[in-house]
């Protein structure tokens, strides 16, 4: 069976994509998925907070985009139980320019990731793919878009979060009508919530309204032990589980599972 892919992307930097990304990953893999996280930052934040340092990355998500790699080839496996990675590189910087002229410019990735089912952790295929975007809605992000299922939008509990959101969402709408009609949008995930902020508080009532059920009920806190967890190179789950974040991706976890059951049901 193929695996769920689901892009995790917002022009924006800094909204938690990266930290969702890994986190999330984590989680489902602690509930009994395989994961294979698609590292598609040139920054490769995704690649170091799961511990893969840069001289370990052979093969990366360059490879994947300029087919020299299959997706098994590419991938490596991490010390985080039943989660993999295709670890990207500072290549990827020049790869929008070395396709912009092809046909199938926004469709390497989906081509590239028809055999994500050959990916083996611990011999069993892969369930889920889980694409981490640079802050742009680039040619990579568009190539993200088009391969996905379904998309799930980390938004940070700030005065300007919705500011951004209607770019996406028209993007998103650009993306169905034209290169992928069956994407959906898996969720909206309200990072860095701040509950002593009444400006917290404030965005978070704003986004339900604009967004309703497309808003998951679990909501990211700001702490501190999900960004200290990348510079140990490892998942906040592996670095104090039962931290406040910790906890809530391993709800949010819950949360996108059971969602997906009425994806694929729909
Ligand atoms: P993006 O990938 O969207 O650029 P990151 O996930 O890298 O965003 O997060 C940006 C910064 O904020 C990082 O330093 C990260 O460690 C930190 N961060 C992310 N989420 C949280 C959170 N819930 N609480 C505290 N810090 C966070
Ligand atoms: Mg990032």
Redesign the pocket.
């Known amino acids: 069976m193929q695996p769920r892919i689901l892009t995790l992307a917002?022009q924006?930097?800094?909204?938690?994509?990266?930290?969702?990304a890994i986190n999330l990953a984590t989680a489902l893999a602690a509930i009994g998925e395989r994961v294979l996280i698609v590292d598609l930052?040139p920054q490769g934040?995704a690649s170091t907070g799961l511990g893969l340092g840069r001289h370990q990355r052979e093969r990366s998500s360059y490879d994947l985009l300029l087919n020299e790699a299959t997706v098994s080839e590419a991938v490596s496996m991490t010390s985080v139980p039943n989660v993999a990675v295709v670890p990207s590189t500072m290549d990827l910087l020049g790869v929008e320019l070395m396709i912009a002229a092809e046909r199938d410019r926004a469709f390497r990735l989906k081509e590239a990731l028809r055999s994500a089912h050959e990916v083996l952790i611990d011999g069993k295929p892969v369930t889920y793919v889980l694409i981490?975007c640079p802050?742009s809605l680039n040619l990579l992000t568009i190539n993200a878009l088009t391969a996905a299922h379904a998309v799930l939008v980390?938004l940070q509990c700030e005065f300007f979060a919705l500011e951004g959101l209607s770019q996406l969402l028209q993007t998103i709408e650009q993306i169905r009508s034209t290169l992928n009609p069956a994407l959906s949008i898996q969720g909206v995930v309200m990072?860095?919530y701040d509950k002593r902020n009444n400006l917290s508080e404030q965005v978070l009532t704003d986004v339900r309204e604009h967004m309703g059920t497309l808003v998951y009920d679990t909501v990211?806190?700001?702490?501190?032990r999900?960004?200290e967890a990348?510079s140990y190179g490892k998942p906040a789950l592996l670095y104090d589980l039962k931290c406040a974040?910790s906890q809530a991706y391993l709800r949010l976890a819950t949360e996108v599972i059971k969602r997906e059951r009425q994806l694929r049901a729909a």
Request: overall charge positive; glycine content about 16%.
């Open positions: 917002n924006k930097g800094g909204v938690g994509k990266t930290t969702t930052d934040n981490d802050p980390p990072t860095m990211i806190p700001r702490n501190v999900l960004s990348p974040g």
